[in-house]
């Protein structure tokens, strides 16, 4: 058996008032995908900040060694010169600054002491050229999407020659093209002897790709495995400790929908007018109460900027008409767009969902300021009634937090995205927009997203949910609409339907 290029052992790390890990064990050997796999708060990010040298040598205790030398990391720097290179889940670039320099921001091409740009545009292409990622060198990197920051971020990984790659939910925002990419790049990487800890919450990528896995309950190391010894059903009771019998809840999707009246969002003509891409074109739609409408569609093809510009969040010119319960509405802001009885989940809820470093009853109440007299009156927010409304909420959403007070940020990925969906159920809406709502949220905290989703349904909510896997949308979705390009190129009642009927419109030239 080949020797462990990594070895860490009896790992314990303890922040005030919490064991984050008690006593792991875990080992990655030479040219091995090993997954790490846990619900969040399982330890998994704490392991890798070890690792990462974010937790420097001192503040844990066990061992952690690379080719069998103990290794005492005291920051990132160190940890990068021993070949460790870390994507977070949490991206590290300068939005401000192009793909290349991004890519070798710290160890840019210099010539006579000055950054030779020639030669750094250059190696950048050639580097993309060889991983087959085809990213656009010169644009900044705020004008990319996250799927393509992400791909960024992986690129900028590649170019410091790692002997030990780690990626935390690299997929969480990628294409299924997207992912293929990434899936031939760790094939090649795996060929070269480079060792690979991939963390992510899609279990099927763990069974397509990865040698071992290891999983984390409660920080600590429940079992490590070889993926042929493994099973789904298996993985998921390791992680949650129970076995979790449905993968999505029972609905009578369509078959229970009105026929005519109830139409909660009618959406006519409406086309868009940015300066760049994805352009939306004469866009028609409608979702009845009760509905959940799957939006799909590969990235760029315009389902986020559907969803944010009915909402008032679109930066560029629009024409069209909506209606909201029959009625045509003017929606040029996101107050609007609450006032008018609409609320969305955002695809990047620590961007646009959050206000990190402010506590859970700041963020729970902030869109129901101008909507709830009970909340905020003459412009005066009504604390108690705050703290009692966020407490029912907390209680009925089970939001794992040590009190309101804490901040958002301590919080793991799940029980932020309850937070955000609190936010936007205290404003109750008549129409709920879902976009991407379980990405990078672990197996257990995902059933619970898709039963609240289904349970709103029930409760006469119109909800639109734009996902990028298939399987989410098939199993959530009454109807389905897909985009490409900015167009409606397809239109199914979820009856049978499978994905190989979506896809094909997905790629209609």
């Known amino acids: 058996m080949t020797a462990p290029l990594l070895n860490m052992q009896a790992i314990t790390k303890?922040?005030?008032?919490?064991?984050?890990?008690?006593?792991?064990?875990?080992?990655?050997?030479?040219?091995?995908?090993?997954?790490?796999?846990?619900?969040?708060?399982a330890g998994k990010s704490t392991l890798i900040k070890i690792l990462g040298g974010v937790h420097p040598y001192g503040t844990y205790a066990g061992q952690l060694c690379i080719d069998g030398i103990e290794q005492r990391f005291h920051t990132v720097r160190d940890a990068e010169r021993a070949g460790i290179a870390i994507i977070h889940q949490e991206l590290a670039l300068i939005p401000e600054m192009t793909v290349a320099e991004n890519i070798y921001l710290g160890k840019e091409p210099r010539r006579f002491g000055i950054i030779d740009r020639h030669r750094l545009y250059h190696?950048?292409?050639?580097?993309?050229?060889?991983?087959?990622?085809?990213?656009?060198?010169?644009?900044?990197?705020?004008?990319?999407?996250?799927?393509?920051?992400?791909?960024v971020e992986i690129a900028k990984a590649l170019s410091r020659n790692a002997r030990l790659l780690v990626l935390d939910e690299p997929t969480a925002a990628l294409t299924e093209s997207e992912v293929d990419i990434l899936r031939q790049i760790l094939m090649q990487l795996r060929k070269k002897g480079v060792a690979c800890i991939y963390i992510t919450h899609k279990l099927k990528e763990i069974f397509q790709i990865a040698d071992r896995v290891t999983v984390l309950r409660d920080g600590k190391s429940v079992a490590t495995q070889?993926?042929?010894?493994?099973?789904?059903?298996?993985?998921?009771?390791?992680?949650v400790g129970r076995e979790l019998t449905a993968r999505f809840p029972s609905r009578?999707?369509?078959?229970?929908?009105?026929?005519?009246?109830?139409?909660?969002?009618?959406v006519e003509n409406l086309s868009t007018y940015p300066s760049e891409p994805p352009r939306l074109e004469e866009i028609n739609f409608e979702v009845r109460r009760g509905e959940i409408l799957g939006l799909a569609g590969l990235m760029g093809a315009g389902r986020t900027e559907l969803i944010n510009t009915l909402f008032g969040a679109h930066t560029g010119r629009w024409s069209g008409e909506v209606f909201i319960d029959g009625q045509p509405v003017q929606i040029d802001s996101p107050r609007d767009a609450i006032l008018h009885g609409m609320a969305l989940v955002s695809e990047d809820r620590k961007r646009y969902g959050l206000m990190l470093d402010t506590d859970v009853v700041r963020n729970m109440t902030l869109a129901s300021l101008s909507v709830s007299a009970e909340i905020a009156s003459y412009g005066v927010i009504n604390r108690d009634a705050a703290f009692q409304k966020s407490e029912q909420y907390v209680e009925s959403l089970s939001i794992k937090t040590a009190s309101l007070d804490m901040p958002v940020s301590h919080l793991s990925g799940g029980n932020q995205q309850k937070v955000v969906l609190?936010?936007?159920?205290?404003?109750?809406?008549?129409?709920l927009f879902l976009d991407e709502p379980t990405r990078g949220i672990d197996v257990g905290a995902k059933a619970e997203i898709h039963a609240l989703t289904a349970q709103l349904a029930d409760e006469d909510v119109a909800i639109v949910l734009v996902s990028s896997e298939l399987p989410e949308i098939l199993g959530m979705s009454d109807r389905v609409l897909v985009l490409h390009e900015g167009k409606i190129t397809g239109e199914f009642i979820n009856e049978n339907l499978t994905q190989e009927d979506i896809l094909r419109c997905t790629t209609i030239a």
């Open 14 to 41: 303890d922040f005030p008032g919490v064991r984050a890990l008690e006593d792991v064990s875990f080992e990655v050997r030479p040219g091995e995908i090993h997954a790490l796999c846990g619900e969040n708060g």
């Open 123 to 151: 190696d950048a292409g050639e580097l993309l050229s060889q991983f087959g990622l085809a990213i656009p060198l010169q644009h900044p990197v705020y004008e990319l999407g996250i799927g393509q920051q992400q791909l």
């Open 226 to 239: 070889s993926i042929d010894e493994c099973t789904e059903a298996v993985l998921i009771s390791q992680m």
């Open 252 to 266: 009578a999707h369509h078959s229970s929908l009105p026929e005519g009246g109830n139409v909660a969002l009618r």
């Open 422 to 431: 609190g936010k936007w159920l205290m404003t109750h809406p008549t129409v």
